[in-house]
C-alpha cells in the first residue's frame, strides 16, 4: 500500500461529499480518478495530500513517501523562475552553499585536515544525492514544460497558465514519490503533454490524476477510481477500458434490475392472490394468511438492485442552417509580424464541409491564424479572403465578450428574440435548472461558461463554425455531446486545440504550424504527426 483514505467522511456547508469511503492505491500504481462535475475528485486528492481533514476516518500512506502536489500558485516575491525551480534543491543547496563557505575557510584554516573531512562528507552527500545532476535536470523539465525561454523572467510577471507550469515543473524536480495532478495537461500545448506523457510513464512511482484528458488517461494510467454518490468502483486498465467496462456493468445492473422487478411483481401478485383466496374460503383459510405474511417478509429482506442512473448531459444540436460557396477562405501569402516574424508566406484554402484542426505550439500563431480568418487582425502582408455566403459561429478560448454583472440568462438572450420561457427551456437542454439562470456570469465556472456560449452558438444561423480550444473547460460527457454534434454538423469546421482524443475523432485535415509556416496533412492527427515529424527532422538536418 503506498497510500489509503480509510472509512473518510467529508462534507461542506451541509453537503455531503464522502460517507465511510476507503480508496487504496498500492506502490508504483498509476491511477485515474473520475466522475462527474460535482463527485468529489479534487476534495479526495486534497485529503489525500493534507490540504483538507476528513471530518471522520484518516489517510493513511508510508512513512517515507513523499507527496508532490499541484494544488495552488504561491507568491514568489523577487524571484525569477529559475530561482523558483531551484525551489525543489533547497536541501541540495544548503549543502552547496555550506561546500562554498568551506572551500573559502581552507584558505586561510590553520587546522586543515579537519576542514577537509567535513567538506569530504558534504561532498559525498552532495554527489549521492545528485547535486552534479541538478542544472541537466532543471533544462530537462524547462524545455520539455516549454518555459526555458522563461527562466530569467520574474515570477509574478507571468500569466496563470505560465505560473501552472512552473510550478509543475518545481514539482516534478522535487522527485516525490506519490505525485497528485489536478488537470496536469490543462495549460500544457501538444509537445509539452507528451513530454509528460513519457515522464509519468517512466516515472517509478505512485500517480494519481484528476483529468478530462482522456488520451492523456489512456497512456499513462493502468487503473481508474470512479467516484458516483459518494462510493468507489475500481476498473482495471486505462480510460477506453474503463469506459467499456463501465458499458458492461451499467448492461448486466440493467438487467439484473429488471429481472429483480419481475419477481417483485410476481410475488406482490401472489401475496394479493393469497390473501383474496384466503378472503373468499369458507370459513377464512389461515395457513393462506400465513403464506401471504411469509412472502411479504421475504419480499422485504430482498436487497434491491439499484436502477442505472442515466447521466444528464446537454442537449446539443448544431445545424448549418445553408451553405457557403465551394472555397470558404482563401489564404494567400500571408504573413504576420508581432515582435518577431511569426507566421510568413501561409497560403491554404478551406472548402466547404472540410473539418481542419490547427495544431502547433503554444506561442507559434494557432489563434492569431483564425482571429485572421474572423477578420479581428490584418495580415501584414498577403490576404485572407472569406468566401461566398459564410455564416460563421465563433466559439471563444476566453469568454470576454459576456457581460461579467449579467446574468446568465440576459447574457443568452442579448442578441436572440426569445421570451424568458423559451429561454429557460433551452438552458435547461445545458443543464441550467431553476435559479441557475439567474446567476450573475462572473459567478459561473469555466465548464458552466462554455455551456453558456454552446447555447447561444445553436440559435444562430451558420455554416462555418470556428472554435479555439472547445473542449478546455468540458467534462468529458459534454466533450462527447459536442463531438457527436461536429461529427453530424453538415457545414465547415476550423479549430484549434491539444485535445488529441477531439483532433483523432473529428478532423481529416490537419494545418500543422511549424518555422513561421502552415503545412496541410490530408489525414487525421496521428498520420499528419508523423508526417510533421519526418519534415521536422529533414529541416534540422538541412540547418545542420
Given at each position: 500500500m503506498s497510500i489509503k483514505a480509510e472509512n473518510i467522511t467529508k462534507s461542506f456547508g451541509g453537503h455531503m461529499i464522502f460517507e465511510n469511503l476507503t480508496v487504496e492505491v498500492q506502490t508504483a500504481e498509476h491511477v485515474a480518478i473520475v466522475g462527474n462535475n460535482g463527485c468529489g475528485k479534487t476534495t479526495l486528492l486534497q485529503l489525500l495530500a493534507g490540504v483538507e481533514i476528513p471530518d471522520e476516518g484518516r489517510i493513511i500512506k508510508k512513512k517515507d513517501h513523499m507527496i508532490g502536489?499541484?494544488?495552488?500558485?504561491?507568491?514568489?516575491?523577487?524571484?525569477?523562475?529559475?530561482?523558483?525551480?531551484?525551489?525543489?534543491?533547497?536541501?541540495?543547496?544548503?549543502?552547496?552553499?555550506?561546500?562554498?563557505?568551506?572551500?573559502?575557510?581552507?584558505?586561510?584554516?590553520?587546522?586543515?585536515?579537519?576542514?577537509?573531512?567535513?567538506?569530504?562528507?558534504?561532498?559525498?552527500?552532495?554527489?549521492?544525492?545528485?547535486?552534479?545532476?541538478?542544472?541537466?535536470?532543471?533544462?530537462?523539465?524547462?524545455?520539455?514544460?516549454?518555459?526555458h525561454q522563461l527562466l530569467e523572467q520574474p515570477f509574478e510577471n507571468l500569466s496563470g497558465g505560465e505560473k501552472t507550469k512552473v510550478m509543475l515543473g518545481q514539482l516534478l524536480l522535487q522527485n516525490p514519490s506519490i505525485l497528485l495532478l489536478d488537470e496536469p495537461t490543462n495549460h500544457l500545448d501538444l509537445l509539452a503533454i507528451e513530454w509528460l506523457e513519457e515522464y509519468i510513464k517512466n516515472f517509478s512511482g505512485t500517480v494519481l490524476v484528476v483529468s478530462h484528458d482522456r488520451q492523456f488517461m489512456n497512456n499513462v494510467v493502468q487503473?481508474?477510481?470512479?467516484?458516483?454518490?459518494?462510493?468507489?468502483?475500481?476498473?482495471?486498465?486505462?480510460?477506453?477500458?474503463?469506459?467499456?467496462?463501465?458499458?458492461?456493468?451499467?448492461?448486466?445492473?440493467?438487467?439484473?434490475?429488471?429481472?429483480q422487478q419481475k419477481k417483485i411483481k410476481k410475488m406482490k401478485e401472489a401475496i394479493k392472490r393469497l390473501r383474496q383466496w384466503a378472503n373468499e374460503a369458507s370459513p377464512p383459510n389461515p395457513d393462506l394468511y400465513r403464506k401471504a405474511k411469509s412472502m411479504e417478509k421475504a419480499l422485504a429482506r430482498i436487497e434491491l438492485v439499484k436502477k442505472p442512473k442515466n447521466s444528464q448531459k446537454m442537449c446539443l444540436q448544431l445545424e448549418a442552417k445553408d451553405r457557403s460557396g465551394k472555397e470558404v477562405i482563401s489564404v494567400k501569402n500571408a504573413a504576420r509580424i508581432y515582435k518577431t516574424t511569426l507566421l510568413k508566406?501561409?497560403?491554404?484554402?478551406?472548402?466547404?464541409?472540410?473539418?481542419?484542426?490547427?495544431?502547433?505550439?503554444?506561442?507559434?500563431?494557432?489563434?492569431?491564424?483564425?482571429?485572421?480568418?474572423?477578420?479581428?487582425?490584418k495580415p501584414d502582408r498577403g490576404q485572407c479572403i472569406i468566401g461566398r455566403n459564410v455564416k460563421i459561429g465563433y466559439l471563444a478560448q476566453q469568454f470576454e465578450t459576456f457581460d461579467d454583472q449579467?446574468?446568465?440568462?440576459?447574457?443568452?438572450?442579448?442578441?436572440?428574440?426569445?421570451?424568458?420561457?423559451?429561454?429557460?427551456?433551452?438552458?435547461?437542454?445545458?443543464?441550467?435548472?431553476?435559479?441557475?439562470?439567474?446567476?450573475?456570469?462572473?459567478?459561473?465556472?469555466?465548464?458552466?461558461?462554455?455551456?453558456?456560449?454552446?447555447?447561444?452558438?445553436?440559435?444562430?444561423?451558420?455554416?462555418?463554425?470556428?472554435?479555439?480550444?472547445?473542449?478546455?473547460?468540458?467534462?468529458?460527457?459534454?466533450?462527447?455531446?459536442?463531438?457527436?454534434?461536429?461529427?453530424?454538423?453538415?457545414?465547415?469546421?476550423?479549430?484549434?486545440?491539444?485535445?488529441?482524443?477531439?483532433?483523432?475523432?473529428?478532423f481529416t485535415r490537419i494545418a500543422w504550424i511549424e518555422h513561421q509556416t502552415v503545412t496541410i496533412h490530408q489525414g487525421d492527427y496521428q498520420w499528419a504527426k508523423e508526417k510533421q515529424q519526418a519534415k521536422s527532422f529533414q529541416f534540422k538536418n538541412k540547418r545542420d
Open positions: 502536489y499541484l494544488h495552488q500558485i504561491p507568491f514568489y516575491p523577487d524571484h525569477s523562475v529559475i530561482d523558483v525551480l531551484k525551489e525543489a534543491f533547497s536541501p541540495l543547496l544548503t549543502i552547496q552553499r555550506k561546500m562554498t563557505e568551506l572551500e573559502q575557510q581552507m584558505a586561510v584554516a590553520e587546522k586543515l585536515e579537519k576542514i577537509l573531512n567535513e567538506y569530504g562528507q558534504l561532498q559525498e552527500q552532495f554527489m549521492q544525492s545528485g547535486g552534479y545532476e541538478i542544472e541537466s535536470k532543471m533544462t530537462s523539465v524547462a524545455n520539455g514544460l516549454g518555459i487503473k481508474v477510481i470512479e467516484l458516483e454518490d459518494g462510493e468507489a468502483s475500481i476498473f482495471h486498465g486505462n480510460y477506453d477500458d474503463y469506459v467499456r467496462g463501465k458499458e458492461e456493468q451499467i448492461a448486466q445492473q440493467f438487467a439484473q434490475y429488471q429481472e508566406d501561409v497560403s491554404f484554402s478551406v472548402y466547404w464541409q472540410d473539418r481542419l484542426a490547427i495544431v502547433g505550439e503554444n506561442g507559434t500563431g494557432k489563434s492569431t491564424l483564425l482571429k485572421m480568418m474572423l477578420g479581428e487582425v449579467a446574468r446568465l440568462i440576459d447574457a443568452f438572450r442579448e442578441n436572440i428574440s426569445m421570451t424568458e420561457g423559451e429561454a429557460r427551456h433551452v438552458l435547461a437542454q445545458f443543464l441550467f435548472y431553476g435559479f441557475d439562470v439567474y446567476k450573475k456570469v462572473c459567478d459561473l465556472s469555466g465548464g458552466e461558461k462554455m455551456r453558456l456560449r454552446l447555447a447561444q452558438l445553436m440559435q444562430q444561423d451558420i455554416n462555418l463554425l470556428i472554435l479555439d480550444e472547445p473542449t478546455n473547460h468540458l467534462d468529458i460527457e459534454s466533450r462527447e455531446v459536442l463531438e457527436d454534434n461536429l461529427q453530424n454538423f453538415t457545414g465547415t469546421i476550423i479549430a484549434v486545440s491539444h485535445d488529441r482524443y477531439f483532433l483523432q475523432k473529428i
